[in-house]
């Protein structure tokens, strides 16, 4: 009897675990952004209270494909010092309605709820998983594009 009510709450647990990474995850997603990121400069990582974690110039990268890729390295301020990440934005060359933004962050204090910008505009907040990281891929639209849902 007790071994057949052990196995429903462990797959219990297992999908609050799997909803919980995936809110994680999600978090940083923003419908309603819309903002020109094509020549974008500056990727910033705020904690909570406004301080910069990390901070990278975004450089243009190599693309096989039709896209322009500009992607930054985050290199740690003198607030945590041990941090480190990356950003991107993606989008295309001929028809830019559309921009991919990704950031990554690594060796952060878990639980830390965190604000990704790009040239001082905040685009997604997450919070940093138990092992230190954090990611968010969103799309962000171009001003002046219908929203496609």
């Not at 709450?9 to 923003?30: D, E, F, K, P, R």
Request: no cysteine.
């Amino acid at each position: 009897s007790d071994k057949r009510q052990i196995i429903p709450a462990a797959g219990l647990l297992a999908t609050i675990a799997a909803a919980v990474y995936m809110v994680v995850q999600l978090s940083g997603q923003t419908a309603t952004l819309t903002v020109d990121l094509t020549n974008a400069a500056l990727a910033e990582v705020r904690d909570a209270q406004g301080q910069v974690l990390l901070r990278g110039q975004f450089q243009l990268g190599d693309e096989d494909d039709d896209d322009t890729e500009r992607k930054a390295v985050l290199a740690p301020t003198r607030v945590d010092t041990d941090a480190g990440g990356a950003a991107e934005v993606e989008f295309s060359k001929n028809a830019p309605a559309v921009q991919e933004v990704e950031f990554a962050v690594r060796n952060v204090a878990p639980g830390a709820v965190l604000t990704f910008a790009i040239d001082g505009v905040d685009v997604a907040t997450a919070t940093v998983d138990g092992k230190g990281r954090a990611e968010v891929e969103l799309d962000v639209r171009m001003p002046g594009t219908p929203a496609t849902r």
